[in-house]
């Protein structure tokens, strides 16, 4: 369904960015920003799957800031060359890419961000400092970081209840922060319950959040 593009950002770097097109007029654009895994198959995926729901949708590859091609699995060792990777790389230059992959899609109409991991941190970023229509963030961990920003944006947020990574104490300092904000919590769901390739799968709770991700894209993106 997809093919892969050269994109170049604003300081001039270039790199891929993996591009999927629906079946018929798009309802509109959208970002799938990476985990700590780079572009991967999974991610792939992911891209098609909302193509198939009608949008242009596009996933730019983070890692080429630091090694082209960049495609990880989930054992502890990929792990920790994606923990490594992602630390080269700041969060402006990181959203500089984001940027670079909105303008690429932005003849399809209003354009949507959605993230995972790092991803679901820089889809709150995206959503606090540029201008997407929408934003839905999974287990974004740093997003506790920066809960003083505020969304420009319509955006949700999504959580596992037992996310070792991201403990309940401060997704409720998340919600306090922003009351007005959808803000979900699933039940036995652990952090990366989302991704089909991972031994931390819930299927429920990935099929609910997917259900609310496309109703909330549909509602502010078309």
């Known amino acids: ?52 729901q009608g949008y242009l949708a596009i996933a730019p590859a983070l890692f080429d800031r630091v090694k082209k091609g960049v495609e990880l699995g989930y054992d502890q060792a990929d792990m920790a ?4 990777i992602r630390g080269k790389i700041s969060w402006e230059n990181a959203l500089k890419d984001v940027a670079a992959a909105m303008d690429a899609v932005k003849g399809a109409g209003k354009i949507g961000v959605v993230g995972y991991c790092w991803g679901g941190s820089l889809a709150w970023l995206a959503a606090t400092r540029m201008k997407p229509a929408a934003a839905s963030c999974y287990y974004g961990g740093q997003v506790y970081d920066f809960k003083d920003e505020r969304p420009s944006c319509p955006t949700m947020l999504h959580f596992g209840e037992k996310d070792a990574s991201i403990p309940q104490e401060k997704v409720a300092e ?18 990366g319950f989302h991704c089909d390739h991972r031994g931390s799968y819930h299927p429920a709770s990935a099929k609910q959040a997917m259900d609310r ?4 894209f549909r509602k502010h993106i078309g």
């Open 213 to 216: 991700t496309l109703e909330f």
């Open 174 to 191: 998340i919600k306090a922060a922003h009351p007005g904000l959808p803000l979900f919590v699933y039940k036995d769901a652990g952090h």
């Open 81 to 84: 060359a994606g923990r490594e």
């Open 1 to 52: 369904m997809g093919q892969t593009i050269t994109l170049k950002a604003a300081d001039g770097h270039a790199f891929d960015a993996y591009k999927a097109e629906p079946a018929g007029k798009p309802r509109g654009g959208l970002v799938v920003i990476q985990e700590i895994f780079g572009a991967n198959s999974h991610i792939r995926a992911v891209t098609d799957s909302f193509a198939a």
